[in-house]
């Protein structure tokens, strides 16, 4: 992989992890398109992921601050530590992923664009249906609650195939369980900071015990990484701004076209 290579593949992790486009689906199609699919990918996924994520944490940090705060520096049981709660049980159908099926879940990455396509179209009509749902309510929603923090973990548990987007899923899940615009945005973004942190570190340790391909060189690894921090950052943002003036209708349309482009070229290559 050349760095200009992994300077656009970086572009498109920072944009498509946050827009509920499917941040895997769109490398697969792209490392497919310029022929570097390989098990030097799952090396490269991992470090640019890393970069959202700190992305993340870099435009939500007043938010984040609040959470840490709150949590260990009070001996009540605040808002604060019911909000970590919540976000700790989310996070349980994916650690059950992660620990039991990862090799499982590893071999649906690089074996072509069908299921990539696939799965597009279903995050289409995830997000046309909550879009629809959405506006036919009366009521502004809720916020999360435990029972909307288990079904939006297990969204996001089902997310890890490459094409169906994490942040539409979860999104358009807790949407459909009537939670607040602007909250479950925030919510599926915080939810994902442990899991893909956790992820990451225990990657390195397999990088250092040679059981992951690290001969992508430095270079093309550090230009993703800052290509997908820089542009991971405005897409924090744009996506919360987005969700709160209910657009999501026009993802729905992009991520059927491309959908359906991924499944024709899997057809015809």
Request: charged share 15%; glycine share 8%.
């Amino acid at each position: 992989m050349s760095w200009w290579e992994a300077l656009i593949l970086g572009i498109v992790q920072g944009l498509t992890e946050f827009l509920p486009v499917s941040s895997s689906g769109h490398l697969e199609i792209a490392q497919a398109l310029f022929g570097t699919a390989s098990e030097e990918n799952l090396t490269f996924a991992i470090v640019v992921h890393t970069a959202t994520v700190l992305s993340t944490l870099c435009i939500l940090w007043k938010e984040v601050s609040v959470l840490f705060r709150g949590t260990f520096t009070s001996l009540q049981w605040n808002e604060e530590k019911q909000y970590v709660c919540k976000i700790l049980v989310s996070m349980i159908p994916v650690f059950i992923i992660g620990m039991f099926f990862k090799d499982e879940v590893e071999q649906f990455f690089g074996n072509g664009l069908l299921l990539v396509g696939v799965c597009l179209l279903l995050t289409a009509v995830l997000l046309g249906l909550s879009e629809w749902l959405t506006q036919r309510r009366n009521t502004a929603g809720h916020e999360v609650t435990y029972r909307d923090a288990v079904i939006i973990g297990c969204a996001q548990a089902i997310a890890v195939l490459p094409g169906l987007s994490r942040s539409g899923t979860t999104i358009a899940t807790g949407l459909l369980c009537g939670v607040k615009k602007e909250s479950v945005a925030k919510f599926s973004f915080l939810m994902v900071l442990i899991p893909i942190l956790g992820e990451a570190f225990l990657s390195l340790l397999d990088l250092l015990n040679g059981e992951l391909s690290s001969s992508l060189g430095i270079v093309p690894l550090f230009v993703g990484f800052v290509a997908a921090f820089v542009t991971g950052c405005f897409a924090c943002r744009f996506m919360i701004e987005i969700v709160r003036r209910q657009k999501l209708i026009y993802f729905a349309a992009y991520c059927l076209l491309i959908g359906v482009f991924a499944i024709v070229w899997s057809c015809c290559g």
